[in-house]
């Protein structure tokens, strides 16, 4: 993949899991969109630390944002709906 190239994923997450928005080690990505088809929360993510700071209690986007992740630090959104929900985001990879 190349700087330019856009990222994206769509995938049907368990309740209670995550969708992981987390390039390969040396990528970086700015994501701009997150869909999620029932209630989800996001959280910015280092592998230890977990902060959320949005939540949707039913389907929704978060749109036009530029979350910037790596390898180490990156979001993550939470399926808190009562059972299984499709998940997906797409951005734009810059190195």
Known sequence: ????????????????????IRPGSGSEWVIHNIYHA???????YDGSNSLIFDADSGPGFWAWYEFHCNNTRRIRV????AGDQ???YD???TK
């Open 38 to 44: 029932d209630a989800a929360h996001l959280e910015f």
């Open 91 to 93: 951005g734009v990879q």
């Open 78 to 81: 939470k399926n808190n709906a």
């Open 1 to 20: 993949m190349a700087v330019g190239d856009v990222v994206s994923d769509l995938q049907s997450i368990a309740t209670g899991a995550y969708l992981d």
């Open 86 to 88: 499709l998940i997906g």
